[in-house]
T-cell receptor
Framework: AQSVTQPDIHITVSEGASLELRCNYS??????LFWYVQSPGQGLQLLLK??????LVQGIKGFEAEFKRSQSSFNLRKPSVHWSDAAEYFC???????????FGTGTRLQVFP | DADVTQTPRNRITKTGKRIMLECSQT?????MYWYRQDPGLGLRLIYY???????NKGEISDGYSVSRQAQAKFSLSLESAIPNQTALYFC?????????????FGPGTRLTVL
């Protein structure tokens, strides 16, 4: 069965520091992978997605993610974090036959000034 | 105006009450979904609908029912609410296509069952 693991429940970084949020997936075929962000009191917003092709994908708000098939990973990165990036981040995988999404448990990012 | 709206945004109710959460969309999408979010568990799929006559159970459908009144409307009902249904509920939509299509989420409904 498909699954997504986000091993870090809570991460704290200083503003201006680099960020990497980890995501590992389990899926037999080539996955469709996503990162969503949920700001406090808001719905989910898509940051970026990977379907095929270039394994380094660029998203909104300066985020990027790299698909590594050998490691079954899709880690999210940002070179310099801003205070407004404080939010909860969800990695998700789509099943191949439908549009159903399977979400990880999320990583809460706290940013200190 | 928001493309995916949910009403109400917040609701407090008592055990045993019937509750309906509503979702409307103006994106013209065929597919609609209901998720619940619990701390530490992420989002889990309750029901999904690929068109008005196609409704399917998701991962955690027990205790819930849905109605797709029109292409643009998808309601989630709790026939007899219980405290462990306290959660944040999200509606989402996606277009139909040959490949995967992005889901667009509403702002969520926070439900508390006392």
């Amino acid at each position: 069965a498909q699954s997504v693991t986000q091993p870090d429940i809570h991460i704290t970084v200083s503003e201006g520091a680099s960020l990497e949020l980890r995501c590992n997936y389990s899926y037999g075929a080539t996955p469709y992978l996503f990162w969503y962000v949920q700001s406090p009191g808001q719905g989910l917003q898509l940051l970026l997605k990977y379907f095929s092709g270039d394994t380094l994908v660029q998203g909104i708000k300066g985020f990027e993610a790299e698909f590594k098939r050998s490691q079954s990973s899709f880690n999210l990165r940002k070179p310099s974090v801003h205070w407004s990036d404080a939010a909860e981040y969800f990695c998700a995988v789509a099943t191949g036959d439908t549009d159903k999404l399977i979400f990880g448990t999320g990583t809460r990012l706290q940013v200190f000034p | 105006d928001a493309d995916v709206t949910q009403t109400p945004r917040n609701r407090i109710t008592k055990t045993g009450k019937r509750i309906m959460l509503e979702c409307s969309q103006t994106k013209g999408h065929d597919r609609m979904y209901w998720y619940r979010q619990d701390p530490g568990l992420g989002l889990r799929l309750i029901y999904y609908s690929f068109d008005v006559k196609d409704i399917n159970k998701g991962e955690i459908s027990d205790g819930y029912s849905v109605s797709r009144q029109a292409q643009a409307k998808f309601s989630l009902s709790l026939e007899s609410a219980i405290p462990n249904q306290t959660a944040l509920y999200f509606c989402a939509t996606s277009d139909r296509g040959l490949t995967y299509n992005e889901q667009f989420f509403g702002p969520g409904t926070r439900l508390t069952v006392l």
